[in-house]
């Protein structure tokens, strides 16, 4: 994936094994991080990503928390303000609903409340996204919520590289940093360079260059949309396809520069469409980009309905490629 | 005995007992608050303002048990407690003037006081809201190997909410240097206690966490002291965390929107003769201690300081409108005080 001159040492890896990788770095080389959250340590991580952390950095930096959301989350805010550069794991986006005042009222609010007195440098990592048949409370894509608080960033990584080095900058980072894994890409493998550190956690990027239309996406949703991107080339339509990686803030000048180009943009997003991510893209779109348009924008989005458990109702419910394929070629005409 | 923060930010008279201090603590808040609800009846305070009249000797009585190394999490219900940390009136006022000079720079107003100079972390207007905070900073102490304290200031209200149960029961397990400070004023706003809670007895329930709880008068500051310095000395020395149940009251309503009239006029007329105010003076006048003149004097001295602190926040400028987007995101430079 990545171009280089003169072919680094690469790895065969997970996105998984990256995260844990992430972790660990940052647990190595700076002693004020720690790892919090529901069993992180001896069960070794809901979805494994923790796992032997335990073991080699001891129980008082990876802290197995009972089941007290808005306590433990509470917790890395005030450990945050008091030095600490703690990560923060929730098991899933929709357990960080019983912590959402934590999250919103304090982590968010504070430096501003205080006059900018109050620094929180604390990371929130948490499971996003369904497509695992886990129902209802186990799969929503809050994220697109999130992005709507001022005072947090909101970080999505879609790729090994990212899932790798975007922890590492939000940990360098003075203010609060959520950070979204989608369930489905745990077991993404690949190959990563063997050096690969720390990366932006601002800017979107251009993963696939294309001239016909710009498909904008995150996430979860990403393998999906670069799949819709390989079946209309087989077609003869070349889609531009955008990773925002930053769900907020949003940066606004790659999505332009991409659609100022393609005249033409789907937005892909597993999460609902009223009131949404995927609203505010096509809104900043029409206010910057209206006059270079050449189609109404489209989007694709999950069906307004709770994720259902069984497997046809549920791939029904989400973004498939098949409908990012078919808003394209309609937006293409 | 006390910490620089001691008290109230005020030059001293001549030599004070500490119950002097006390007394001029109390007396400041009490001065500072009366002050409050007329600027806030004129028009000059806006928002919601919730006074602690009556309240005083929790205030003053806890501060004087730690020491600047500590930490302190308040509620809504903060001026008291800011001023007993020795936040000086001048920037509260500001603050209270939405003045760029207040200690959050106008942004956090009555409810939301801060001064990380002295470890005062808020001002939280969620009830419960900044438990999960306190004990977040006694962790980061007891990682680092400090030896401070976190008091976390709450109220009767917010022993109902989960995140108190959360919190006790995780400062409990990890045994952090945590003071919980629960002032039992019997009101969640304009719900009595025993229309809230089935168990009324908020120190045995604590106790069920299995940390030191135990109840005091609030009334008393005397009391309420030496109580905070044994729990104080407990935490400091890695007992773990322990539970005051501050039994006090409030004089006044819930807010400057309270019409107050969920509570009887004789049970309010019962506790202000329990003033902590006058209580201390009773005891302090039989004991040879203060005189009436004494006490003229220090109230003089106090108004003097509010008058002062109430034109400098007149005069003081407004945070320009083009600042509005600042402390959203940290400052490269660091942060803007």
């Known amino acids: 994936m990545t171009t280089t001159t003169t072919p680094a040492r690469t790895v065969e890896t997970t996105y998984r094994e990256a995260m844990r990788e992430a972790i660990r770095e940052a647990l190595r080389e700076d002693d004020r991080v720690f790892l919090m959250g529901e069993d992180v340590g001896k069960y070794g991580g809901c979805f494994a990503v923790s796992l032997g952390l335990l073991e080699e950095f001891g129980p008082e930096r990876v802290r197995d928390t009972p089941l007290s959301e808005s306590a433990f989350v509470g917790a890395g805010i005030g450990a945050a303000i008091a030095g600490m550069r703690p990560i923060v794991e929730i098991m899933t986006v929709n357990f960080s609903l019983l912590a959402l005042d934590q999250i919103i009222n304090n982590a968010a609010t504070l430096l501003h409340m205080s006059g900018g007195q109050v620094q929180v440098p604390l990371v929130i990592r948490m499971t996003t996204g369904a497509g695992r048949q886990l129902a209802a409370q186990h799969s929503h894509s809050l994220e697109g919520w999130y992005a709507h608080i001022p005072g947090i960033k909101v970080v999505a990584p879609a790729t090994l590289e990212d899932a790798r080095g975007m922890l590492g900058t939000a940990l360098a980072d003075p203010d609060p940093v959520l950070l979204f894994e989608h369930g489905s890409l745990y077991n993404m493998g690949g190959t990563l360079r063997e050096d690969a550190g720390p990366v932006d956690i601002h800017r979107a990027v251009v993963r696939r260059q294309g001239r016909d239309l710009t498909l904008i996406s995150y996430g979860g949703s990403m393998p999906k949309t670069l799949e819709a991107a390989g079946t209309l080339a087989a077609e003869g339509i070349e889609a531009e396809v955008v990773d925002l990686r930053s769900l907020r803030p949003l940066d606004d000048e790659t999505i332009t520069t991409s659609v100022r180009r393609t005249h033409r943009a789907v937005v892909v997003d597993e999460g609902w469409r009223s009131g949404s991510l995927s609203s505010e893209i096509l809104a900043r779109i029409t206010e910057q980009c209206f006059y270079d348009l050449d189609s109404p924008l489209e989007r694709v989005c999950s069906a307004e309905v709770p994720i259902p458990y069984a497997k046809h109702l549920e791939d029904a419910a989400l973004p498939q490629p098949e409908a990012i394929v078919t808003a394209a070629r309609r937006v293409v005409g | ?337």
């Open chain 2, 1 to 337: 005995m006390s910490g620089p923060q001691a008290v109230a930010a005020t030059p001293t008279r001549g030599p004070m007992t500490h119950r002097g201090e006390l007394l001029r603590g109390m007396t400041a808040i009490r001065l500072f608050e009366e002050r409050c609800v007329e600027l806030y009846s004129a028009g000059l305070i806006r928002g919601f303002l919730h006074v602690a009249i009556g309240e005083e000797a929790v205030a003053v009585g806890v501060m004087q048990a730690l020491t600047e190394e500590d930490a302190v999490v308040s509620t809504y219900r903060e001026h008291g407690h800011a001023l007993a940390r020795g936040l000086p009136m001048d920037v509260v006022m500001a603050e209270m003037y939405g003045k760029v000079t207040g200690c959050s720079r106008g942004r956090g107003g009555s409810m939301h006081l801060f001064d990380v100079s002295r470890r005062f972390y808020g001002g939280n207007a969620i009830v419960g809201g900044g438990l999960p905070l306190a004990i977040g900073l006694g962790l980061a102490d007891k990682m680092r190997g400090r030896t401070a304290v976190t008091a976390c200031f709450f109220g009767d209200g917010a022993f109902a909410e989960g995140e108190f149960h959360e919190c006790v029961n995780l400062a409990a397990l990890w045994q952090l240097p945590v003071l919980f400070a629960c002032e039992n004023n019997l009101y969640a706003m304009g719900t009595a206690i025993a229309r809230a809670q089935a168990e009324t007895d908020l120190a045995l329930r604590a106790a069920s966490y299995g940390i030191a709880s135990w109840a005091v008068d609030g009334m008393d500051a005397v009391a309420v002291e030496t109580s905070a310095r044994h729990a104080v000395d407990r935490i400091r020395n890695g007992g773990g965390p322990c539970f005051l149940e501050l039994r006090t009251y409030r004089f006044r309503a819930h807010s400057m929107y309270d019409p107050d009239r969920y509570r009887d006029k004789a049970e309010i007329a019962r506790w202000r003769e329990r003033d902590p105010i006058d209580l201390l003076v009773r005891q302090m006048t039989e004991d040879g201690e203060v005189t009436s003149d004494d006490v003229d004097a220090i109230n003089a001295e106090l108004n003097t300081e509010i008058d002062k602190a109430v034109a400098a926040a007149e005069a003081a400028p407004l945070e320009p409108v083009a600042d509005l987007a600042r402390f959203v995101h940290s400052e490269p430079e660091g942060v803007g005080r």
